[in-house]
Antibody, heavy 124, light 106 residues
Framework: EVQLVESGGVVVHPGGSLRLSCAAS????????MHWVRQAPGKGLEWVSL????????KYVASVKGRFTISRDNSKNSLYLQMNSLRTEDTALYYC?????????????????WGQGTLVTVSS | SYEVTQPPSVSVSPGQTASITCSGD??????ACWYQQKPGQSPVLVIY???KRPSWIPERFSGSNSGNTATLTISGTQAMDEADYYC?????????FGGGTKLTVL
């Protein structure tokens, strides 16, 4: 059974930093690119970032580019999101998500597994 | 930038067919998928690659994607299907979610 367990969400002041973690199990972690998706309170889903299976390629939504850094440690089956220069609009539940199919470094980006999310609140 | 749009809300009577649309320029040239999210829960994949259903999803859920519109259809809608539904499209560089549709079963 696939499990994705996020952690690290707290209340932080604007301009602060935070590192989210996601512990993965139940699948071959380094076969898959991994993503972060967020959901502001009462709002819809927003894709945030992806990282390739080996960490060599990363992409970000425009609103976080230059402030957030996605990374992974395949030896620990873990995904991370370093969040700097946080803004109030970054307040959201952050989900770690796994694509439904990856093979040979290429993935189909539908998400068949989601964590329970970790809540980041940016407030003064 | 590319966008996909959904109606904010759809209502359906129990036992009837619900259709939720997702619109985007040449959306049919991309793969679309759909998620169901109930209050306080993480999203659940209900349709992927336009019209494929995960093994854990009932047969009453189906999908299509052509031209500029992808559609999620729920046949014989049940009270338990009341939820928010999100479409999602992707290409080699981007992953995009629609704004979500609240399905009310009344």
């Amino acid at each position: 059974e696939v499990q994705l367990v996020e952690s690290g969400g707290v209340v932080v002041h604007p301009g602060g930093s935070l590192r989210l973690s996601c512990a993965a199990s139940g699948f071959t972690f380094d076969d898959y690119a991994m993503h972060w998706v967020r959901q502001a309170p009462g709002k819809g889903l927003e894709w945030v970032s992806l990282i390739s299976w080996d960490g060599s390629s990363t992409k970000y939504v425009a609103s976080v580019k230059g402030r957030f850094t996605i990374s992974r440690d395949n030896s620990k089956n873990s995904l991370y999101l370093q969040m700097n220069s946080l803004r109030t609009e970054d307040t959201a539940l952050y989900y770690c998500v796994k694509p439904g199919y990856c093979s040979g470094g290429s993935c189909y980006y539908y998400f068949d597994s989601w964590g329970q999310g970790t809540l980041v609140t940016v407030s003064s | 930038s590319y966008e996909v749009t959904q109606p904010p809300s759809v209502s359906v009577s129990p036992g009837q067919t619900a259709s939720i649309t997702c619109s985007g320029d040449k959306l049919g040239d991309r793969y679309a998928c759909w998620y169901q999210q109930k209050p306080g829960q993480s999203p659940v994949l209900v349709i992927y690659q336009d019209n494929k259903r995960p093994s854990w999803i009932p047969e009453r859920f189906s999908g299509s994607n052509s031209g500029n519109t992808a559609t999620l259809t729920i046949s014989g809608t049940q009270a338990m299907d009341e939820a928010d539904y999100y479409c999602q499209a992707w290409d080699s560089s981007n992953v995009l979610f629609g704004g979500g549709t609240k399905l009310t079963v009344l």
